[in-house]
Nanobody
Framework: QVQLVESGGGLVQPGGSLRLSCAATGSISKITRMEWYRQAPGKQRELVADISTSGSTNYANSVKGRFTISMDNAKKLVSLQMNSLKPEDTAVYYC????????????WGQGTQVTVSI
C-alpha cells in the first residue's frame, strides 16, 4: 500500500499559477504511474494528467498547454505545474498512484483545494 500527501493548493487569480505536489511513502517501488484527478462542486471527478515512470504523459484536453506534470522517479514525488489558471480549474485536486496492472495503490485522500477567483 502507498500513502500520498497532496499539497500546494490555494487561492489564485485568473491567469495565475500554482504548483501542486504529491509525496508518496510506503511501497513506492510498486508505483509505475501517478495521476492527478480533480473534482469541482456538482461535477464528476475527472482525470487531469498522468505520468509513467518512463516519462510518458497524458493530459485532459481542457488543461493541455497550461498544465505540466512531472515526477521525481527516485522519490515518487509528482508535481503539477498549473499556469494560466481559469475559474473553471477550481476544484479539489487528488493524487493517485498505480501499479503495473493499473490498479490503485492508495486510498483516495482529502486532496488539495484550488480556487481560481478574482
Amino acid at each position: 500500500q502507498v500513502q500520498l500527501v497532496e499539497s500546494g493548493g490555494g487561492l489564485v487569480q485568473p491567469g495565475g499559477s500554482l504548483r501542486l505536489s504529491c509525496a508518496a511513502t510506503g511501497s513506492i517501488s510498486k508505483i509505475t504511474r501517478m495521476e492527478w484527478y480533480r473534482q469541482a462542486p456538482g461535477k464528476q471527478r475527472e482525470l487531469v494528467a498522468d505520468i509513467s515512470t518512463s516519462g510518458s504523459t497524458n493530459y485532459a484536453n481542457s488543461v493541455k498547454g497550461r498544465f505540466t506534470i512531472s515526477m521525481d522517479n527516485a522519490k515518487k514525488l509528482v508535481s503539477l505545474q498549473m499556469n494560466s489558471l481559469k475559474p473553471e480549474d477550481t476544484a479539489v485536486y487528488y493524487c493517485n498512484a498505480l501499479d503495473r496492472f493499473h490498479l490503485l495503490l492508495n486510498s483516495w485522500g482529502q486532496g488539495t483545494q484550488v480556487t481560481v477567483s478574482i
